[in-house]
């Protein structure tokens, strides 16, 4: 059983900058993949990035490519989101997960274990 905690959302002007850290109770944290995904009212949720349990491997959904950035912190059990150049586009509710799976999972069905959210609102 793996609990994730998100955390760093909030309101931002466009253009600026958030990290958003997921917590993961458990000491088989190393053991998971983890994505980050994002859900705005009345849209599906959506891909947005995914790192490998070594963490060394990654990718971002096209629209984020460039300006969000995943890693994480095997020791800490936390994985981060580090979100430049906000959009308005970008508001949503962030929710991280993680999956025990070989290298990268990009659809939401492949994750076991989601965290409750954190809000971002980019404001224009």
């Given at each position: 059983q793996v609990q994730l905690v998100?955390?760093?959302?909030?309101l931002v002007q466009a253009g600026g900058s958030l990290r958003l850290s997921c917590a993961a109770s458990g000491r088989t944290f190393s053991s998971y993949a983890m994505g980050w995904?994002?859900?705005?009212?009345g849209k599906e949720r959506e891909f947005v990035a995914a790192i490998s349990s070594s963490g060394g491997g990654s990718d971002y959904a096209f629209s984020v490519r460039g300006r969000f950035a995943i890693s994480r912190d095997?020791?800490?059990?936390?994985v981060y989101l580090q979100?430049?150049?906000?959009?308005?586009?970008?508001?949503?509710?962030?929710y991280c997960a993680a999956a025990r799976f070989n290298g990268l999972a990009y659809r939401a069905r492949t994750y076991e274990y989601w965290g409750q959210g954190t809000?971002?609102?980019?404001?224009s």
């Open positions: 998100e955390s760093g959302g909030g995904f994002r859900q705005a009212p095997n020791a800490k059990n936390t979100m430049n150049s906000l959009e308005p586009e970008d508001s949503a509710v962030y809000q971002v609102t980019v404001s």
